[in-house]
């Protein structure tokens, strides 16, 4: 398997522009994890599903983001609109699940810049 | 909510020397406690996990510990070398439940 698969690795938008960020989660893992990484506070857990199932989005900074997951091979980050302080790498992982199985794999990010 | 405090943010030694990274965290029904390391331009990747019913785990080079008491892990790196140099992350979960994640600690490895 290749990984955790995300795209595009970096985006540069202007402010009050849409932005989408995709993932590919591992085959077979049933939870799905959207995180951010900045300087000042981590890494935060922004969302995450279940076999698909929005289970806790209580990470999810403001009403301009938003996250789907059609497919168990698909999933979206959105923003919009973006502002400035967006500005930071976003990670997908993925997990098994399970009580024995909370391994998460990561994908390589995407590095966000709102100017 | 959980919370995971990890020490020393940063940390400088000298090849072969040992590495030592503290974590604490505050809910006593976490039960995993995993540790990422994060390489520049890549996203986190798991090198060594416990559970709860365990008191230490090593693998090679890498050893972690639990004191579920005192609500505290560390990992341990022995005879360090320049490829570890890396951000190291613990983490905490109940399982099921998603992990929390310290704030990381960057860890420099000289020649």
């Known amino acids: 398997d290749a990984g955790v698969i995300q795209s595009p690795r970096h985006e540069v938008t202007e402010m009050g522009q849409e932005v989408t960020l995709r993932c590919k989660p591992i085959s077979g893992h049933d939870y799905l994890f959207w995180y951010r990484q900045t300087m000042m506070r981590g890494l935060e857990l922004l969302i995450y599903f279940n076999n698909n199932v929005p289970i806790d989005d209580s990470g999810m900074p403001e009403d301009r983001f938003s996250a789907k997951m059609p497919n168990a091979s698909f999933s979206t980050l959105k923003i919009q609109p973006s502002e400035p302080r967006d500005s930071a790498v976003y990670f997908c992982?993925?997990?098994?699940?399970?009580?024995?199985?909370?391994?998460?794999?990561f994908g390589q990010g995407t590095r966000l810049t709102v100017v | 909510g959980e919370n995971v405090e990890q020490h020393p943010s940063t940390l400088s030694v000298q090849e072969g020397d040992s590495a030592v990274i503290k974590c604490t965290y505050s809910?006593?029904?976490?039960?995993?406690f995993p540790w990422y390391k994060q390489e520049l331009g890549k996203g986190p990747q798991l090198i060594i996990d416990i559970r709860s019913n365990v008191g230490e785990k090593k693998d090679q080079r890498i050893a972690v510990t639990l004191n579920k008491t005192a609500k505290h892990f560390s990992l341990h790196i022995t005879e360090t070398q320049p490829e570890d140099s890396a951000v190291y992350f613990c983490a905490a979960s109940r399982g099921y439940s998603t992990l929390t994640f310290g704030k990381g600690t960057m860890l420099l490895v000289s020649p």
């Open positions: 809910d006593s029904a976490s039960n995993y």
């Open positions: 992982a993925s997990s098994p699940g399970g009580v024995r199985n909370t391994e998460a794999f």
